[in-house]
């Protein structure tokens, strides 16, 4: 498959372009700083400089050409203020959105976040509730799209190795974090598997193998 990935210098995309690139596929990251090439290609994966925060839709949608799937895997990044939270996790979504409809990649997953879909907590500071609302904004404008897609949530994100062991489901799932592995890895997985597109998902680390979890869902949904 030819699976491009936008924020592909992110801790996520890293790990996902070294899974598909090991298993012979063709990921396509595309980069804001071209001084992130290295680190890209070192995975497998084919570098590409593009600034979602500067082009046009059509600008990206050449890059989309012959795509399989599209992952939306960018972010602000910590340190970030609230202007770049919409600038970045709601609007470039929406370009790369744009984008794949007019390249003709149907598929298309986008990492969001738990706690999207609904208010910020009070005492919530003001950055990450602009970061819940511009994701939100950016899975309802993906939620509105003739494409095939999935939202996938994750709990809080940490460095430790994979399990390859989730709870994976339809909100709500309960507050508790994953690996940034296993995210790739149930990524890959959604990839693979026929029936998981127009869900919703949260994800944090459970007893379940990621392949079984994710069959599990697209049986659910054929039902």
């Known amino acids: 498959m030819r699976i491009v990935i936008a924020g592909g210098h992110g801790q996520i995309a890293l790990r996902l372009e070294r899974l598909l690139a090991a298993r012979g596929d063709d990921a396509v990251a595309l980069i804001r700083n071209p001084g992130h ?8 994966a084919q570098a590409v400089v593009c600034d979602l925060e500067q082009v046009k839709a059509d600008q990206v949608a050449g890059h989309l050409l012959g795509a399989d799937a599209v992952v939306f895997a960018a972010g602000a990044g910590p340190g970030s203020g609230v202007a770049r939270k919409f600038t ?7 370009l790369l959105a744009d984008a794949a409809e007019q390249a003709g990649a149907r598929r298309f997953v986008q990492i969001s976040s738990m706690g999207a879909g609904r208010p910020p907590e009070p005492g919530s500071n003001e950055v990450w509730a602009a970061y819940l609302e511009a994701k939100t904004e950016a899975e309802d404008d993906l939620r509105a799209r003739d494409l095939d897609w ?3 949530r994750p709990g809080g994100l940490t460095n430790e190795h994979g399990t390859w062991r989730v709870t994976l489901a339809e909100p709500p799932v309960p507050r508790g974090s994953v690996t940034r592995d296993d995210v790739a890895a149930v990524i890959t997985a959604l990839l693979d598997t026929p029936g998981t597109d127009h869900l919703t998902l949260e994800l944090i680390n459970g007893e379940v193998p990621i392949t079984e979890a994710v069959l599990a869902l697209a049986r659910g949904a054929r039902a």
């Open 150 to 152: 999935t939202i996938l």
């Open 37 to 44: 090439r290295q680190d890209v290609e070192h995975t497998g």
């Open 88 to 94: 970045v996790d709601r609007d470039a979504s929406v």
